[in-house]
């Protein structure tokens, strides 16, 4: 398969690993997602009744019409609370 656009050319690639991928993006997230947008790294958060989970990393979109679009607002307001906290592991 190639895609070709603006008389580029471009070819299909295997990554190597998921681990490859990911490192890719977040070298490349502004080409990828859009030059308003910011990247935080991958934590673990854990709930106040003690549940853990891990996120992939975030992509923040600081254009208005996203935020419009997607509700990020929201989702802002409950990352806040987790990005103030010093030792980064619980969210209340």
């Not at 990020?72 to 980064?88: G, M």
């Amino acid at each position: 398969m190639l895609l070709l656009k603006d008389g580029v050319k471009y070819l299909p690639y295997e990554y190597a690993s998921e681990e490859e991928l990911a490192q890719m993006v977040i070298e490349h997230y502004k080409e990828i997602f859009g030059a308003n947008t910011l990247y935080f790294d991958p934590q673990t958060m854990k709930t106040h009744i003690g549940i853990k989970a891990r996120n992939d990393g975030i992509i923040f979109a600081t254009d208005q019409k996203h935020h419009q679009q997607n509700n990020t607002i929201k989702q802002v307001f409950n990352i806040l609370p987790f990005l103030k906290n010093e030792d980064r592991q619980t969210i209340r």
